[in-house]
């Protein structure tokens, strides 16, 4: 009977102690493993330069207020300004595009994939590189005929 009172005042106790943070980072590890594994197709960005973290919050915002834009078109939203909000995301998307562009010739004009993490990225630049020096000996041989 006394293990019984012993064991009940336990569990109590350990019901009320709270977990670690350590152990709270870690639940939240394994959950977020466990729901990219469950979801194979799902799109995981992680942002590792400031310009892009600062901009990406607000891209985050972008899906929500488009798809509540479409919903409302025509009680309060006036086709007018739809035209100018999908006017703006045109213009996002291709400044997005030049600067792509435009810092892509600049790692294949550095000429090296070395230090470059990210794969895709890596190999990207190393096929830009490739078609450069292509491009070159081609040239030059067209200049020595």
Known sequence: ???????NTTNKQNNTQRPSRRQII????QRKISLIENNISAEVFIPESQAVSRTFR???MLDPIDASLRAFW???ITSKDMEKWL???DEIHA???EAQEFGMNLLIENGRTRG???FLLRQEVRRGIEKKEKEAKEES???AS
């Open 26 to 29: 870690e639940h939240n590890q």
């Open 1 to 7: 009977m006394a293990t019984d009172t012993q064991n």
């Open 95 to 97: 400044k997005i595009v």
């Open 74 to 76: 025509g009680d309060k």
């Open 87 to 89: 006017k703006m995301q």
């Open 58 to 60: 607000h891209f985050r």
């Open 141 to 143: 041989k067209a200049k």
């Open 116 to 118: 470059i993490e990210n």
